[in-house]
DNA sequence: CTGTTAGCGCATTCAC
DNA sequence: GTGAATGCGCTAACAG
């Protein structure tokens, strides 16, 4: 293959190269930009040297001099174990590299310190933009506008104060939809079961759930809420929590899929009877045969409107970029049913 | 919050501080540097006006000035939406994020020249090194030693020809041990369904799933075995097409995890007697209440250590780095069985 | 304690 | 066609 360069230590520079082909540093930049007015005995020297040191273009150096950025785009993301934030990061790599961009990858645990240390240092490695799905309610260090100046897109949860671009589920309508359905099969006590009322996503579904209740006529049960599940074992055990009242409800909501998979868990043994429904379609949703209402979304499209309003953003004029109105894009839901044949 | 600095619109540099503060550059540089060489005063004046102008360092000029690399590593992965994967780069992130690295994400699809494209792209950008999972089975382009002069870890699947570092999982093994496992409940006819022989995790199970029949004096038996399947529909597919023989097997090895969906789906309609077993764990696979056997392990411990040896070389000594031994690290398998009780 | 000089790797002038 | 000079933003190594 690679006739055996001498393998470099040091990755060789262009004035290597020009060394090499006995031109100066010049002539090695025309070439490598496919400028015309280079002679074709010093292209080929140079290509040749180019092979035989294997040189590569410091994009970093380039940049610096071209007073561009660094053509990264930074993604923070708060749990990529999440298929939900794996699939928003796929949509948005994707929509990145056809506009020739990279994208560096940081992951918050839910941490909103550990956001802002990571929102930091993107900036300071001059990253050309930024996608976050912020993990805390302070959007402050986020704001385009304050100092830093980077294009921020947020993901799923929308800004608090500052105004900035986001890209977030229709999670109202979804979570209304899906209720709805259950009190149209006839369900009258409906359960709940979601993330802490600090999630703004999961507020906005319990607020989908609550309207649609009002809107049939039924009264929103507080017994039957439970909110503070944040994982698959927390939501199986508030699940038999309700299914272990005197009057359970006959069908649950479940305002995301940590929910419903432990919710699924709980009814299978306690009250296999019982009607499903939640936020998150899943893989094997319909192997399980429950009857299941899912709302479902598309996360990779998700991903791919954010980097495209990034993307917009940043091939707007440098000096008007941040002037652009403040954008909001919703995706929309779809209510699948499973297992209702 | 921040008092309503001008918005730069051009990032502020360090000489714009200096002139805001009437102090040579060479005081700022030290300020931020916490050097102890500077008046009180000086600080103070500095560090108001890197607050007034929203200052931030270009980490990218310092970096190439340091003559160091980007502090960034690439993650070439070949296909996100995939659990493993983003498992996988999330271990890879906080291992990363622990030595101070950052991650530059690549999604390649399982195309290979996109993946040299990728590769080439990373170096250029003077990352310190690459976590790659290859696509095609050609290498020549990931040999640290070639022109680039990166180093490399592969995961998931071994170097093909060049002297790589890699991480792998335990395929044959795990195959191995399920099949046995399905011997050892009674099964003579056991069915295999799975990628192509070109994936060579694949076909490293596939020879675990034979040899483990090969101890058990049974034969091969090539009616049974379907290995063109990618996605879950055609796992489905052939799986029907096995239990629709005279004689169908009575037991299937699945060899990852979309074939294993496929085939449950297929056995719950034709023959929901039939003993499944599969490589790759999933969410759900307790409460499906089918019998399965599944090949676990820790995609998440995978990436982990593949930017443990990564960046075990990066922090060798520059010109002996790509001289180390190359290692192989396998991390092992547990077979997991659900809904047997 | 502080400023000046020089240069990381590259590309845009402007000369020849 | 080609090359020399200059500077992107930053910081070591020297002066002062």
Redesign the interface.
């Known amino acids: 293959?690679?006739e055996g360069?001498p393998?470099?230590?040091?990755?060789a520079t262009m004035r290597d190269v020009a060394e090499y082909a006995s031109v100066s540093p010049m002539t090695v930049s025309r070439v490598l930009h496919d400028d015309p007015r280079v002679s074709p005995v010093n292209r080929e020297r140079v290509l040749a040297a180019v092979k035989a040191?294997?040189?590569?273009?410091?994009?970093?150096?380039r940049?610096?001099r071209l007073g561009r950025t660094?053509?990264?785009i930074g993604?923070v993301v708060t749990n990529?174990?999440n298929?939900f934030?794996?699939?928003f990061?796929?949509g948005v790599?994707?929509v990145a590299?056809e506009n020739d961009l990279?994208?560096?990858?940081?992951?918050t645990d839910e941490d909103a310190e550990r956001e802002r240390q990571l929102v930091?240092?993107?900036?300071?490695?001059?990253v050309d933009g930024m996608i976050v799905v912020p993990a805390g309610s302070d959007h402050?260090h986020l704001d385009p506008?304050?100092?830093?100046?980077v294009p921020v897109v947020l993901g799923a949860r929308p800004p608090a104060g500052p105004e900035i671009d986001s890209v977030l589920v229709d999670d109202f309508g979804g979570a209304r939809e899906a209720t709805a359905a259950l009190v149209a099969a006839g369900h009258t006590r409906v359960g709940f079961l979601g993330l802490p009322p600090s999630v703004w996503t999961s507020a906005e579904r319990f607020r989908g759930f609550c309207v649609a209740l009002e809107e049939a006529g039924l009264p929103l049960d507080e017994r039957y809420v439970r909110r503070q599940q944040r994982t698959i074992p927390a939501a199986e055990e508030a699940a038999r929590d309700l299914l272990r009242l005197r009057r359970p409800p006959t069908a649950l909501f479940c305002a995301n899929s940590r929910n419903t998979?432990g919710a699924?868990?709980a009814t299978?043994q306690l009250a296999p009877e019982t009607t499903l429904a939640g936020f998150d379609d899943?893989?094997?949703a319909?192997?399980?045969?429950v009857p299941l209402i899912v709302v479902a979304y598309d996360p990779?499209e998700l991903g791919r409107q954010a980097a495209g309003l990034l993307v917009q953003r940043l091939s707007a004029p440098?000096?008007r970029a941040?002037d652009l109105l403040t954008r909001r894009i919703v995706v929309p839901t779809k209510v699948v049913r499973y297992g209702m044949s």
Request: hydrophobic residues 45%.
């Open positions: 293959m690679d360069g393998a470099p230590r040091r990755p040191l294997g040189y590569r273009r410091n994009e970093v150096a940049n610096l660094s053509g990264l993604l990529l174990a298929p934030y794996s699939q990061a796929l790599e994707s590299g990279k994208v560096v990858l940081a992951n930091k240092e993107l900036i300071a490695r001059r402050a506008k304050a100092a830093g100046s998979l699924i868990r299978r899943f893989e094997l319909d192997v399980l045969g990779r440098a000096d941040l």
